[in-house]
């Protein structure tokens, strides 16, 4: 079972916070974890990628991966009001080429 | 990573009637996904399309209700089929290896079944 499990939100947090976002997967066998952005109306947007444990930065992004705890999240800084949108957990697992989503969690940022 | 051109991106259709969606890859991949997107969910895929072979389709979904075509390695189109007002959604293609540059997703078509 494949199952990909996020906190639907929303998720409300002020101009200038952290957002933190978090996912679960219940495959031990994933290997590449993913991060999408989706604004209303559009298609998901790739912001961020992870195959190993810990951290990886990538601007105001970070992505955390911890495969013991099958938890991954991604925590965006100095949030800004056009980072408004659904974020999208993806996982790929072993044996499998396609990408399996969680729900999303719907992030307002109030300015 | 692949740039996708999609279309229609969006048609409201006739129940009873079929549409054809397709996607261009300005590159060649091997494998290109079809994933349906439901008002307010997540994305669910549809099918893998593979070129040189018969799509895999996930549980759920049929070849007669969403014949898949590739005739290449930069083509393919998701046709939905005797449509009804339950398969309005957004269908979306993607392409990718998994790798550092993940998966692309084409722009979506929003469909509309009334």
């Known amino acids: 079972q494949k199952e990909v499990e996020q906190n639907s939100g929303p998720l409300s947090v002020p101009e200038g916070a952290i957002a933190s976002l978090n996912c679960t997967y219940s495959d031990r066998g994933s290997q590449s974890f993913f991060w999408y952005r989706q604004y209303s109306g559009k298609s998901p947007e790739l912001i961020m990628s992870?195959?190993?444990?810990g951290d990886k930065e990538d601007g105001r992004f970070t992505a955390q991966l911890n495969k013991a705890s099958q938890y991954v999240s991604l925590l965006i800084r100095d949030s800004q009001p056009s980072d408004s949108a659904t974020y999208l957990c993806?996982?790929?697992?072993?044996?499998?080429?396609?990408?399996?989503f969680g729900t999303g969690t719907r992030l307002t940022v109030i300015p | 990573s692949a740039v996708i051109s999609q279309k229609p991106s969006r048609d409201i259709c006739q129940r009873g009637t079929s549409l054809t969606i397709q996607c261009q890859v300005d590159s060649q991949v091997t494998m290109m996904f079809w994933y349906r997107q439901q008002p307010g969910q997540s994305l669910t895929l549809i099918a893998t399309a593979n070129q040189g072979s018969e799509a895999t389709y996930e549980s759920g979904f049929v070849i007669d209700k969403f014949p898949i075509s590739r005739p290449n390695l930069t083509f393919s189109t998701l046709t939905v089929s005797n449509m009804s007002p339950e398969d309005s959604s957004i269908y979306l293609c993607?392409?990718?290896?998994?790798?550092?540059?993940?998966?692309?997703f084409g722009s979506g078509t929003r469909l509309t079944v009334v």
């Open positions: 993806a996982v790929r697992v072993t044996g499998a080429n396609n990408l399996f």
């Open positions: 992870i195959y190993s444990n």
């Open positions: 993607s392409v990718g290896t998994g790798g550092i540059y993940g998966y692309t």
